[in-house]
């Protein structure tokens, strides 16, 4: 979808990738989800940031139409790393408010049985609220989510080092 090679969707190359997918989004939508998923503001989207991108779409698009789109993006292993991702969130969401809390993210960690649940939480909180705000969207989540499982875009491993 990057036709440009340089390692980042713009937001044209956005356009036509939702059109090879056969998903119809106003131009409105279009820009609200490139604002969405452009992290950092650099006025492109980077392979993480499509990756949470793809996500939203999938999580957006649940019509009837949406199915033969899903079954192009990759599916069904594409849609059940979305709907573990959904159930991930919603598990830690305790009040159901579409956001995690820092006493959600305790209340999630003890649940799972883990005994340092004090601790990890609080590193797992800090690491997902993005913004500092005390409370953890689904798309910090998201975004939080693709660094835990290493999928990141090379200048951020090349900081790293």
């Known amino acids: 979808m990057d036709e ?3 390692g980042a969707i713009d937001h044209e190359e956005l356009k ?13 939508e279009i820009n609200d989800l490139f604002k969405a998923c452009d992290i950092n503001e650099d006025m492109g989207v980077k392979f993480n940031e499509f ?13 009837a139409t949406a199915l033969e789109t899903k079954s192009r993006m990759g599916m069904p292993n594409l ?5 573990t991702l959904v159930d991930a969130f919603v598990f830690l969401d305790k009040n159901k408010d579409g ?9 999630a960690i003890n649940e799972s049985g883990e005994r340092s649940s004090g ?6 909180f800090e690491e997902m609220d993005w913004d500092k705000n005390g ?8 975004f939080a989510f693709t660094r835990w499982v290493g999928i990141g875009d090379l200048e951020d491993e090349e900081e790293e080092v």
Not at 119 to 124: D, E, G, L, N, W
């Open 79 to 83: 849609e059940a790393t979305f709907e």
């Open 99 to 107: 956001y995690v809390s820092k006493n959600e993210m305790v209340q």
């Open 4 to 6: 440009d090679c340089n």
């Open 51 to 63: 990756i949470v991108l793809l996500c939203l779409v999938y999580l957006l698009k649940d019509n």
């Open 119 to 124: 601790r990890i939480a609080m590193k797992r």
């Open 135 to 142: 409370s953890v969207n689904f798309k910090e989540f998201l």
């Open 16 to 28: 036509k990738c939702l059109r090879k997918l056969d998903v119809s989004f106003t131009d409105e």
